[in-house]
């Protein structure tokens, strides 16, 4: 299947040779300055494309976004600030726009400056006229050690203009207001401030409630861009259109995490609020031994306990009224046989694990997304620099 | 080396059938009640024996402890809790006490009850003289998924008096308030008040500063006895002794963490207080991609910079005061070059690595213990019940 871009945009991905010969800039540009939001990183490392990209969408409009891979400069203090804005510059120059116009994502090593030489050059061949628009092409300039291309798109209701949008990020994997690099595209026209609150909204439902391995990145970006080309549309079908594509990514994302080879989806429902049913579901898809026991397909439900009994802030917790599913089957309070947990093994040797607790402390829920804990993953992460 | 308990208490150890033909019962006895102090988990899923040991130890006195290896009687209802308490009474028939003097911890599967024809059969078998001392054997009695036991001992200056302590624990390993199971018993005469203040210091600077993997056990207990058989002794010396023996069982609980090959050690300084210093000492210590680069010995500095980051709660750290340091190398800001890196890299094969991170913040530190994240975690969690 072919994805493309909504109506009004175009696109430019290239080899500038950031790294090694695969693609590492790629160029996302709206036909005219459109309306745009976006969610950053909270680290106190934040890189210098983070605190460009906050500075130029703070009026909720921008004319293109511009991603490097495969080097995130972060931590490369004034000489890895004056090498963002030489991006920047580079990108309006070409595009006859002003610089702060532009949005900039970068993704990969941390520590490392940029092969400017390199940049430069790449900078002065960015052509003249846009004619790509396919959103797969971006989603693979995007990536780094990611295996798979992250791409969704949905239609809104009622209309002819769709919601596309592109992710990348395997590792370094707990969003904190959004996740490492996700853009999403719209041909429908929405005020900027709809754009601003409906894409907070989605993201805290979806990119902020997916962890791959604890880590929060410092260069995670989240932005949308609305065009308008295919007119007006209602805001709540376009909520529900960016809600689809959002979350279509955020298991994508987890799906391909570093090493994993399944999807763990954890529901925690009849929580005194959400925050205590994220917290819990946090604990249970973060905790290495659950992890672990879904790699192993290990029908060691145990390990869920542990981790519900472990959020010890919650006084609340009556470990006597819990109650812990897989899939539909409950292990706990009425605790499996050895044919039960012969059938929990057998659930558990799927690709998709979904693991259900209802805490009796309340009526509200979470759900929340993450993978299995495997060998390749400290494979990977064991020599991932050098 | 032999070490021996301290004067005034001998021990039992057996095979009683819990799951394999390994030891699975220890018993350590003082001669007479004695002072004795604990602290223990704050899971929500704690177990009947942490239930009972917390009742049993508010009067701050014991007799004994038992300890139950390889089945933790946790999520196991009230018929787990009436087992314990069969267990308890058990022992204490034997040696003719009260059954409030009795101690009890148990670790392993989680979910599953006892075997109590076994257990009832070595209740039974329990001999009416006790002539046992060596602390090895108790290490070795209370191990499960342990590759070694863990034993440490230390003479209190100016006195005869001995500090010896034991300790187990490879997997779910982060303590709140406590370890998975660590007992230290002395021969020095110390009132019971004064032992609890000072173990509960000890076990926070000590014990609650380690970390194998993020999950906090539903069994944490930790114990101390003083039978006073060598009589008194300065309260400072006994400190400076009951500190050097748990910081030693520390650091073997983190060496021996599940899979773990090297011993990560992690010092923050110049933080706004001791709070801040631990929570993002711990950030870095538990960071799964810091994890896996002290494995590989990948020279990915950045990583640090990554964790302290993610502690997106401080905002008074600021990226361009921040320090980070592996040994006595400094790694930002000063960027490392390529022979940097390589000595870096050497570094890191040790199999100790030491980081530290200066804040710039205020004048508190803090030290955590931990260890890297190697494909054997991964193994030994796969299929731990299987």
New interface residues.
Partial sequence: MTISLPLGFHSYVANIGIKDSTNDFTLVVADANCAAAGVF??????GPSVLLSREHIANLSAQAVVVISKN?N????TEGLSNAREVVSGVASALACDPTDILIASTG????QYPMANVRSGLNSIPKQFTATSAEAVANGIMTTDTVHKVAQATISGSSARVVGVAKGV??I?P?MATLITMIFTDAQIAPTDLDRVFRNVINSTFNCVSV??????SDTAIVMASGAAGSVAIDAFEVALYEVALSLTKQVARDGEGAEKLIEVHVDSAKDHDQAKTVAKAIV????VK??V??A??????V????????Q??D????NVVIRFGLQE???S?VDAAGLADL?NYMRGTDVRIHVSLATGTSDATVWGCD???G??????????
Avoid at 41 to 46: D, E, I, K, P, V
Avoid at 109 to 112: A, D, E, H, M, Y
Avoid at 286 to 289: A, H, K, R
Avoid at 305 to 312: N, T
């Fill in positions: 990183t909270q680290s106190r490392f934040a995130a972060v931590a490369t203090g090593v941390i520590g490392r590792g370094m707990e904190n391995d604890t880590d929060t990145s410092t973060n905790s290495p031994l672990t026991a790699h192993g290990d029908p060691n439900w145990g390990r306990a542990m981790a519900v009994g472990k959020c010890s919650y006084s917790i009556n470990q006597d292990v706990y309070p605790q093994s804990l495997t060998d993953y400290v494979r990977i992460n064991a020599d991932y620099t050098t």
